[in-house]
């Protein structure tokens, strides 16, 4: 095990330098009130610094500082739908990032992200961010025994925050960030990111996105009481694959997850609702006929309340309930599962992940039909 060296003085000169254009917008904002989401397109850019956490505090000796830059993309959808009103004109984006990472055996990280931008109030925003992260040395290309956190190339990349913004070009943020591969490869411990941001934002021509409209979404607001749809009924079927938690199992698994659901809509952009899951992960069959357990066969069934947010054609819709049936593998009792669809007629399809108790179980393929 290698010795932690201590912060070099350049990190200090560095993280001083970030701060620069921080102190010389607050004092050049004085007096001017910043204006939110006022523009159809804009790119921002920032720098980045926080701290690592390791998923697991046994090996809590790699927590380490972070630094790095990022780039963002973000155009405002233009029309008199709905959705547009009521969610207060969100921001869609794309973002790369990247962060050094010193003393981590995964090597400095890369994220490539689609974004959700949403205003809370007149200065402040939410975040939501899904994509991928890459590494620069996960263990899959250099076999390093150390590197017990990242083993495939290509991993899911959680990015959740809020900003501030002090200035009409100046926005402060704070973000958890998490990566994994929801066992594609072992290892996957999995890293957790706690960030700030510093971002500059550049305002840029263009035309507003026009966004085709939702399946249950009225086309214009001409009264409060607009019509939608009050309920549906749904079924979707997901399809994925892991490598097994157990070393003694090698190559692939097939995973899936059929669920049917009942949801309620409170406005045509929000619903809530019930959902049953059958769900199965057949890397752990083998595991379970060699203990002798007394439920041998992989097939999970949980209960779950959800709740759903339409934007135009997309939305995120998460879940959370019990575990009613299932086998000693799973010593947690509470099944969560989160995703991002598009919306097409009374179709979706779109990805999301499988968990119970915050472990991930696989990475959820779907696609979906509403009646």
Request: hydrophobic letters at 40%.
């Amino acid at each position: 095990m290698s010795i932690r060296r201590r912060p070099s003085v350049i990190r200090y000169t560095i993280s001083f330098f970030y701060l620069l254009p921080f102190a010389f917008s607050t004092a050049y904002s004085q007096g001017k009130d910043p204006q939110v989401m006022d523009t159809p397109c804009e790119a921002r850019f920032s720098f980045n610094a926080g701290y690592m956490m390791t998923n697991n505090s046994t090996f809590a000796q790699y927590n380490t500082a972070t630094y790095g830059i990022d780039g963002v993309l973000l155009w405002r959808p233009h029309g008199d739908s709905y959705w547009q009103h009521f969610w207060k004109w969100p921001y869609f984006g794309v973002k790369g990032s990247f962060a050094a990472i010193p003393h981590c055996p995964a090597g400095h990280r890369f994220g490539l992200t689609g974004l959700l931008v949403g205003e809370i109030a007149p200065r402040l925003e939410w975040q939501v961010g899904l994509g991928l992260s890459f590494y620069t040395k996960p263990h899959q290309f250099t076999h390093d025994t150390t590197n017990i956190f990242i083993g495939s190339f290509v991993n899911c990349f959680i990015d959740i925050g809020t900003a501030y913004r002090l200035s009409d070009q100046l926005l402060l943020s704070l973000r958890i960030l998490h990566t994994s591969n929801g066992m594609l490869m072992r290892p996957n411990q999995g890293l957790n990111f706690f960030q700030a941001d510093v971002a500059w934002r550049i305002p840029v021509r263009g035309n507003t996105l026009h966004v085709p409209q939702c399946y249950n979404q009225q086309s214009a607001v001409s009264s409060q009481h607009a019509e939608f749809k009050n309920d549906e009924w749904s079924v979707a079927i997901a399809l994925g694959t892991v490598m097994s938690r157990d070393s003694a199992a090698t190559g692939y698994f097939p995973c899936f997850d059929i669920s049917a659901y009942y949801q309620r809509y409170l406005t045509p952009t929000f619903a809530y609702g019930a959902a049953i899951d059958l769900w199965s992960n057949f890397s752990d069959a083998r595991p379970l006929i060699n203990n002798h357990a007394s439920y041998r066969i992989p097939l999970y069934l949980s209960a779950l309340a959800t709740a759903e947010a339409f934007f135009g054609p997309l939305s995120i819709k998460a879940g959370l309930g019990p575990v009613i049936l299932s086998s000693y593998r799973v010593t947690i009792p509470f099944y969560e599962r989160v995703g991002a669809y598009y919306n097409f007629g009374n179709n979706y399809t779109g990805v999301a992940l499988n968990a119970h108790g915050g472990r991930i179980e696989f990475i959820e393929w779907t696609f979906g039909h509403r009646f």
